[in-house]
T-cell receptor, first 114, second 112 residues
Framework: NAGVTQTPKFQVLKTGQSMTLQCAQD?????MYWYRQDPGMGLRLIYY???????DKGEVPNGYNVSRLNKREFSLRLESAAPSQTSVYFC?????????????FGEGSRLTVL | GNSVTQMEGPVTLSEEAFLTINCTYT??????LFWYVQYPGEGLQLLLK?????DKGSNKGFEATYRKETTSFHLEKGSVQVSDSAVYFC???????????FGSGTKLNVKP
């Protein structure tokens, strides 16, 4: 079972470059999320998509854009990368109509901005 | 507002020691509570969960009880192993469930 798949796993960018992190899930989940993880700060929500066709800002959306391409895929784009965006990014998904509704995470994408 | 506070780490224990990681929360609604575990270089995995007050979640020898009166969800294990070394995150999810709130994580080191 693939679950939640993120690409790339590692990326190094220079300040001002752009890139897109890809995420796909094969669990037929309707909700998808992008988090960033920084030392001592836990996980902070960047954007989420409650269902196909909708996206909403989370706690730290500045500098990012997202696209919910279809039910399976949710991409995160950095238009002009900054060193403050150096982080580990996690995509997650869940079935929001479940009473428990836990999140399922990908393995993460480690991004370094020089 | 909604938030999760968990004890700062790292926590260092010897193998077979008793583990407690404290977690308290504030929530505007009726949350479900979760513990996630992150092994080095991996994503977060659900360890256990509880969806209402007085529920006890358990898995792999870990337990946590949803205490509404003290707004707590402390993680416990009677005898830790080296393989339990990881970062543990407490989280809450609200009924509308479009947002989760995570604690800052507690790193556990278990020495042989």
């Amino acid at each position: 079972n693939a679950g939640v798949t993120q690409t790339p796993k590692f990326q190094v960018l220079k300040t001002g470059q752009s890139m897109t992190l890809q995420c796909a899930q094969d669990m037929n989940h309707n909700s998808m999320y992008w988090y960033r993880q920084d030392p001592g700060m836990g996980l902070r929500l960047i954007y989420y998509s409650a269902s196909e066709g909708t996206t909403d800002k989370g706690e730290v959306p500045n500098g990012y854009n997202v696209s919910r391409l279809n039910k399976r895929e949710f991409s995160l784009r950095l238009e002009s990368a900054a060193p403050s965006q150096t982080s580990v990014y996690f995509c997650a998904s869940r079935y929001s109509r479940s009473t428990t509704g836990e999140l399922f995470f990908g393995e993460g994408s480690r991004l370094t901005v020089l | 507002g909604n938030s999760v506070t968990q004890m700062e780490g790292p926590v260092t224990l010897s193998e077979e020691a008793f583990l407690t990681i404290n977690c308290t929360y504030t929530a505007t609604g009726y949350p479900s509570l979760f513990w996630y575990v992150q092994y080095p270089g991996e994503g977060l995995q659900l360890l256990l969960k509880a969806t209402k007050a007085d529920d006890k979640g358990s898995n792999k020898g870990f337990e946590a009880t949803y205490r509404k009166e003290t707004t707590s969800f402390h993680l416990e294990k009677g005898s830790v192993q080296v393989s339990d070394s990881a970062v543990y995150f407490c989280a809450l999810g609200l009924r509308e469930f479009n947002k989760f709130y995570f604690g800052s994580g507690t790193k556990l080191n278990v020495k042989p």
